[in-house]
C-alpha cells in the first residue's frame, strides 16, 4: 500500500508564506506525476500544482500561478509546494496526489488522474 502524508500546514496572515512537504512510503510504485490540490469550505476540490517526475516538469493553476512553486525531491520521494504572497482565498485543506499513469499536462490537472493521496493538510491565511 502507498501511503501520502502532508505536512507543513497552518496559519499564517495575509502576505506571509508557508511550504508544504509530502512524503510518499510504503509499497513502491513508479511515479509519473505528484500533484497538489485544495478544498475550501462549501467549494470542489481544484487543481493547484503538478509535476512530472521524470524531468521535472511543471503545471500551475491560474490562481497560484507566480505565486506557488511546485519541486521534487528524488532520494527522499517527497514532493514540496512553497506557497508565497498568500491569500485569505487560498484557505483550503491542501491534499497530496500521485499518478504512475502517463497523462497529458491537460489532463494532470484532474483529481480523478491520481491514483494515490494524502489525508490533507490546513492552511489558514488571516487577514
Known amino acids: 500500500q502507498v501511503q501520502l502524508v502532508e505536512s507543513g500546514g497552518g496559519l499564517v496572515q495575509v502576505g506571509g508564506s508557508l511550504r508544504l512537504s509530502c512524503a510518499a512510503s510504503?509499497?513502491?510504485?513508479?511515479?509519473?506525476?505528484m500533484g497538489w490540490f485544495r478544498q475550501a469550505p462549501g467549494k470542489e476540490r481544484e487543481f493547484v500544482a503538478h509535476?512530472?517526475?521524470?524531468?521535472?516538469?511543471?503545471d500551475y493553476a491560474d490562481s497560484v500561478k507566480g505565486r506557488f512553486t511546485i519541486s521534487r525531491d528524488n532520494t527522499k520521494n517527497m514532493t514540496s509546494l512553497q506557497m508565497n504572497s498568500l491569500k485569505p482565498e487560498d484557505t483550503a485543506v491542501y491534499y497530496c496526489?500521485?499518478?504512475?499513469?502517463?497523462?497529458?499536462?491537460?489532463?494532470?490537472?484532474?483529481?480523478?488522474?491520481?491514483?494515490?493521496w494524502g489525508q490533507g493538510t490546513q492552511v489558514t491565511v488571516s487577514s
Open positions: 510504503g509499497r513502491p510504485f513508479s511515479r509519473y506525476a
Open positions: 509535476i512530472v517526475w521524470s524531468d521535472g516538469s511543471t
Open positions: 496526489a500521485a499518478t504512475s499513469s502517463p497523462s497529458g499536462r491537460t489532463w494532470l490537472r484532474f483529481a480523478d488522474r491520481y491514483w494515490y
